[in-house]
């Protein structure tokens, strides 16, 4: 089964609009986090989440869990043609120590200038 | 800021022959991973590693590849004959340890690997 899947796949705004992404898990985690991608670029790291934590926010980024519903929510506020990019959430494997991440197939948002 | 370091950028290889991408953690990271992104796909686990051994590998991860800290600062992926669906980007991680960190995990820029 699928772990963190993004909706949508894309999203095209309007530079100025909010842009929401959501992502849904399957699996009981500790914590879930948001990436970006730039076009060809590495991931970066922009927000962790504790399953103990309802939102969290940083800058103009909001994002919200729902533990009980599995599913996690990204906004980005006020967005800029330089939010362009690929974002993922992702979920560690395991409670261990070594834990990798799970990643979903991310939402391609663009900006509209 | 301290970052992930990954060469080659890009490598064009011939089918079957060895490939061997590098990678230069955070210094004070203990915790290393690569991943592969296969163009147009979603970022794939590959394998974990910690205390100079693996710690946790995926079902892609098979016994063509391999993974080793041979110095204190740079951290390897060896594919050993390499496919054509070998082609991907590679991207190498680091976590520092700490539960402070939770699972925060920082990536190098990739490693564009092309089979032909």
């Known amino acids: 089964s699928q772990q963190g899947e993004e909706d949508p796949q894309a999203l095209s705004i309007q530079e100025g609009e909010n842009a929401t992404m959501n992502c849904s898990y399957k699996t009981s985690i500790n914590n879930l986090q948001w990436y970006r991608q730039n076009s060809g670029r590495g991931l970066v790291h922009l927000i962790l989440i504790r399953s103990n934590e309802r939102e969290k926010h940083s800058g103009r980024l909001r994002v919200t869990l729902d533990t009980s519903k599995k599913s996690s929510s990204l906004l980005i506020t006020a967005s800029r043609a330089a939010d362009t990019a690929s974002y993922f959430c992702a979920t560690p494997h395991s409670g261990g120590g070594a834990d990798g991440l799970t990643f979903g197939k991310g939402t391609h948002l663009i900006i509209q200038p | 800021e301290p970052e992930v370091t990954q060469t080659p950028s890009h490598q064009v290889t011939q089918m079957g022959q060895e490939v061997i991408l590098r990678c230069v953690p955070i210094?004070?990271?203990?915790?290393f991973y690569w991943y592969r992104q296969i163009l147009g796909q979603k970022v794939e686990f590959l394998v974990s590693f910690y205390n100079n051994e693996i710690s946790e590998k995926s079902e892609i991860f098979d016994d063509q590849f391999s993974v080793e800290r041979p110095d204190g600062s740079n951290f390897t992926l060896k594919i050993r004959s390499t496919k054509l669906e070998d082609s991907a980007m590679y991207f190498c991680?680091?976590?520092?340890?700490?539960?402070?960190?939770?699972?925060?995990?920082?990536f190098g820029e990739g490693s564009w690997l092309t089979v032909v």
């Open positions: 210094s004070n990271h203990l915790y």
């Open positions: 991680a680091s976590r520092p340890t700490g539960a402070s960190s939770g699972n925060t995990i920082y």
